[in-house]
Nanobody, 126 residues
Framework: QVHLVESGGGSVQSGGSLTLTCTVS????????MGWFRQAPGKEREGVAV???????TYGDSVKGRFTISRDNAKNTLGLQMNSLQPEDTAMYYC????????????????????WGQGTQVTVSS
């Protein structure tokens, strides 16, 4: 099976930056898309960013222009650079991997992801 472990979370002041890393282990063959999601207490989980096998990306409207997703296939890691953080970004952040190569619309939906990490907490104070 595939194991995903997030790291890099913490507490920062409004306007600060954090870098999250997702380390992938186990059977990694066939993983084409990887993404970041987040969930705050009492709210539904939402998509943050997705990166495909060719490096193309998409971002949620609330983070576009502030967050950058990246992947290093040689190291089996997924990164998320978060800048200009705001209190509204406070949430548990999860990384996920999808096995499919092609999806309607170009990117997988949340339900299409096959593996999920346990999450890392990000807290932004004002």
């Amino acid at each position: 099976q595939v194991h995903l472990v997030e790291s890099g979370g913490g507490s920062v002041q409004s306007g600060g930056s954090l870098t999250l890393t997702c380390t992938v282990s186990g059977y990694t063959d066939g993983i084409y898309f990887m993404g970041w999601f987040r969930q705050a207490p009492g709210k539904e989980r939402e998509g943050v960013a997705v990166i495909g096998p060719d490096g193309r990306t998409t971002y949620g409207d609330s983070v576009k222009g502030r967050f950058t997703i990246s992947r290093d296939n040689a190291k089996n890691t997924l990164g998320l650079q978060m800048n200009s953080l705001q209190p509204e970004d406070t949430a548990m952040y999860y990384c996920a991997a999808a096995l499919g190569e092609y999806y309607s619309g170009g990117y997988p939906a949340e339900s299409d992801y096959n593996y999920w990490g346990q999450g890392t907490q990000v807290t932004v104070s004002s």
